[in-house]
């Protein structure tokens, strides 16, 4: 019995002896994995920073193609530095019935970009905050929006969504891409270039070639249209500012000496507009359809040639006029204007330096991994990726010079304008809406082409050149004032709370307007002094002072950080 029980206590000595090495191999073997996927910091290793991943992303912004990023060029790229694709999703339909769906059911993707809804997203916290994700994961974020990431703070001190376009120097853009009258060159060219600036100069030219020109192509010419369709009802809305000779600041002007600022929509700055379109309307000038047709058939009907004229900002209306361009016919493209109500007046289309920061994009809680996300905006903030964004790749999409100054060949600049070749390189996906500069780089090169001058002007075309000639114009730029010093510039980004009585005002005044002005531009002559006076009568029933006193305090915050 004793020598039994001896051996038995052997073999359970040996089998647990077994099983510790056994054990102790497996450890061995998870640190090895450890080791190959975690450095002695305790950071992950650059083989599991490339593991494959996809993030959805929605852009509210604007209305494209939906797509996976690696099937650009720029997105391929971005995913053999990163390991990460993104499968890309646009706005079809309306903006605030889209997040609203994606707000009630809490599901949300990866990455959004709300636009003019962030401040719904924001107050149903459905952006994660980002400071612990910078200050762990994101040097090269940290350095490209650099002094601006205490701006960026919500008061609760933390930082939930990424502006684009910080400010890193200002360069004016020789080309306008901001507010302005548009007038179809075949009626300039007509005229002998006439030099006009009001608005009743403007109307006068259209009519005139209207009458004599009924129709374009077998189709009836368009005098004027207009884009009302959804979140861009501004377009509409904002020219009693620039006809007074203010920026866009939203829906108020500006005190330059009080910095007050006071809403427009209800006073004769708007009145004298709306009465001008009700006058053009009677003429059969105004296009019909502009209180019913949506973003792309606006866009089309100006890529048809048949518009003569319409206002709007050209970042806007740039994929049309990059159609008229490939279509080869300068008398059919756009000559933008400033124009204003009196001779008087100094325009003020071209914005001062300035930095919206209430648009962005931002994590979602649904994210499923927020580190490997911000990461890849982080690569993507790198310098030489900033310009593979906007400029694309040395010796396909641009050149350097011997100074190291960056330039575009005829040939590139056709290129880079075919909005086909932009959307398979990835310029209409990763040029805006992502985290980016604007300005300067370190090299002295503009971020944007556009805005570099030897682009602007080598990409002109005999047309171009013509028109530019008879206005005594290097650039087109050059027809407008240059921009006064505005520090709060632009009010519109001004944040409003929602549920607040500012915000209440907006919604209230956007849906007063969208129900007034149609009657106010489209109803007989005759009604147009009882209409103004009901929709004026309704809309001072609204909390006005609430909202001013919003954008004012803003504004003036805005004025005493700029003296820091």
């Known amino acids: 019995m004793i020598k039994g029980g001896r051996g038995v206590r052997t073999?359970?000595?040996?089998?647990?002896?077994?099983?510790?090495?056994?054990?102790?191999?497996?450890?061995?073997?998870?640190?090895?994995?450890?080791?190959?996927?975690?450095?002695?910091?305790?950071?992950?290793?650059?083989?599991d920073d490339k593991k494959p991943f996809t993030f959805t992303y929605f852009n509210a912004g604007t209305s494209k193609k939906n797509i996976?990023?690696?099937?650009?060029?720029?997105?391929?790229?971005?995913?053999?530095?990163?390991?990460?694709?993104?499968?890309?999703?646009?706005?079809?339909?309306?903006?605030?019935?889209?997040?609203?769906?994606?707000?009630?059911?809490?599901?949300y993707p990866d990455v959004l970009v709300p636009d003019i809804a962030i401040d719904k997203v924001l107050d149903a916290k459905a952006f994660i905050p980002l400071n612990d994700l910078i200050d762990k994961h994101a040097p090269n974020l940290k350095k490209l929006y650099g002094p601006y990431l205490e701006q960026l703070k919500a008061k609760d001190g933390n930082i939930y969504f990424l502006p684009f376009g910080v400010n890193h120097g200002y360069i004016p853009n020789p080309d306008i891409d901001q507010g302005a009258f548009w007038i179809q060159r075949r009626v300039l060219k007509e005229s002998g270039y006439p030099k006009i600036k009001t608005l009743d100069e403007y109307f006068d030219?259209?009519?005139k070639?209207?009458?004599?020109?009924?129709?374009?192509?077998?189709?009836?010419?368009?005098?004027f249209t207009a884009l009302t369709y959804d979140w861009r009802f501004f377009v509409i809305s904002n020219p009693p500012a620039h006809l007074a000779g203010y920026p866009n600041d939203g829906e108020v002007i500006v005190d330059m000496k009080t910095h007050e600022a006071k809403v427009y929509g209800n006073g004769e700055y708007t009145k004298r507009w709306l009465k001008k379109l009700n006058e053009i309307n009677a003429a059969g000038l105004f296009d019909k359809e502009a209180f019913v047709a949506n973003y792309d058939e606006y866009l089309a009907k100006i890529a048809s040639g048949r518009v003569l004229g319409f206002f709007d900002y050209g970042w806007q209306v740039n994929q049309a006029l990059n159609s008229l361009l490939q279509a080869g016919n300068d008398d059919l493209?756009?000559?933008?204007?400033?124009?204003?109500?009196?001779?008087?007046?100094?325009?003020?289309?071209?914005?001062?330096?300035?930095?919206?920061?209430?648009?962005?994009?931002?994590?979602?809680?649904?994210?499923?991994?927020?580190?490997?996300?911000?990461?890849?905006?982080?690569?993507?903030?790198?310098?030489?990726?900033?310009?593979?964004?906007?400029?694309?790749?040395?010796?396909?999409?641009?050149?350097?010079?011997?100074?190291?100054?960056?330039?575009?060949?005829?040939?590139?600049?056709?290129?880079?304008?075919?909005?086909?070749?932009?959307?398979?390189?990835?310029?209409?996906?990763?040029?805006?809406?992502?985290?980016?500069?604007?300005?300067?780089?370190?090299d002295g090169n503009a971020w944007e082409p556009r805005r570099q001058p030897e682009v602007a002007q080598a990409s002109y075309t005999e047309g171009d050149k013509q028109i530019l000639?008879?206005?005594?114009?290097?650039?087109?730029?050059?027809?407008?004032?240059?921009?006064?010093?505005?520090?709060?510039?632009?009010?519109?980004?001004?944040?409003i709370k929602q549920g607040s009585p500012a915000q209440i005002y907006q919604q209230k005044k956007q849906d007063l307007q969208r129900k007034y002005f149609p009657k106010l531009v489209l109803d007989p002559p005759s009604k147009f002094d009882k209409n103004w006076k009901e929709y004026v009568k309704e809309y001072n029933k609204l909390d006005i002072k609430a909202f001013e006193d919003e954008i004012t305090k803003y504004v003036k915050m805005k004025v005493e950080q700029s003296k820091k």
């Not at 090495?21 to 975690?38: D, F, P, R, W």
């Open 205 to 207: 030219l259209i009519a």
């Open 469 to 495: 000639a008879a206005y005594g114009a290097k650039v087109f730029s050059d027809l407008f004032a240059k921009p006064d010093e505005r520090p709060w510039y632009p009010a519109w980004s001004a944040p």
């Open 68 to 107: 996976e990023a690696n099937q650009t060029k720029i997105g391929k790229i971005f995913e053999e530095q990163t390991g990460v694709n993104v499968k890309m999703e646009f706005l079809v339909g309306d903006i605030n019935t889209k997040i609203g769906t994606m707000i009630a059911s809490g599901q």
């Open 11 to 47: 073999a359970r000595k040996k089998t647990w002896g077994i099983v510790f090495l056994c054990l102790m191999m497996i450890v061995a073997l998870a640190g090895c994995k450890e080791s190959a996927s975690v450095d002695n910091k305790g950071n992950p290793s650059a083989a």
């Open 209 to 223: 070639y209207k009458e004599k020109h009924p129709e374009t192509d077998g189709k009836p010419t368009i005098g």
């Open 333 to 442: 493209r756009y000559m933008p204007l400033p124009i204003v109500f009196d001779k008087n007046i100094k325009d003020q289309y071209i914005d001062p330096p300035s930095f919206a920061s209430n648009r962005g994009i931002g994590i979602t809680v649904s994210a499923k991994d927020p580190v490997r996300i911000i990461k890849y905006f982080d690569n993507m903030a790198k310098e030489e990726n900033q310009k593979l964004m906007t400029w694309g790749i040395k010796g396909e999409t641009y050149e350097v010079d011997e100074k190291g100054r960056f330039y575009r060949t005829p040939e590139q600049i056709k290129k880079t304008s075919d909005e086909q070749f932009r959307e398979q390189f990835g310029f209409s996906y990763f040029e805006w809406y992502w985290p980016r500069g604007n300005g300067l780089f370190s």
